[in-house]
């Protein structure tokens, strides 16, 4: 069975970092394109950013890039996204998916984990 659990999110002040986890089981990350969403209250959920694996790169959107690093662990069963910065319109829930391809939006995410929580004061 194909799952996913985030965890690390919280309250933190504006300036602050935070790591999220991703922690994968049922297949490896290797398997499927990973992605990291954010949905912030009252808006869409939009993609922050995506891997499969080390060869193919790891991919951001534009309002991610500079502040916010995806990584994975070596035995391919957790990814995690490092946010630097955090800016108080970072407040969202942040979840992470998985797909079969390099997704455009939500809908290419076959599978969702129920997301954290990340709160930034001001």
């Known amino acids: 069975e194909v799952q996913l659990v985030e965890s690390g999110g919280g309250l933190v002040q504006a300036g602050g970092s935070l790591i999220l986890s991703c922690a994968v089981s049922g297949f490896t990350v290797d398997d499927y394109f990973i992605a990291w969403f954010r949905q912030a209250p009252g808006k869409e959920r939009e993609g922050v950013s995506c891997m499969r694996n080390t060869e193919d790169g790891i991919f951001y959107t534009d309002s991610a890039k500079g502040r916010f690093t995806m990584s994975r662990d070596n035995a391919k069963t957790s990814v995690y996204l490092t946010i630097n910065a955090l800016q108080p319109e970072d407040t969202a829930v942040y979840y992470c998916?998985?797909?079969?391809?390099?997704?455009?939006?939500?809908?290419?995410?076959?599978?969702w984990g129920k997301g954290t929580l990340v709160t930034v004061s001001s």
């Open positions: 998916g998985a797909g079969w391809t390099l997704p455009e939006g939500p809908d290419d995410i076959a599978y």
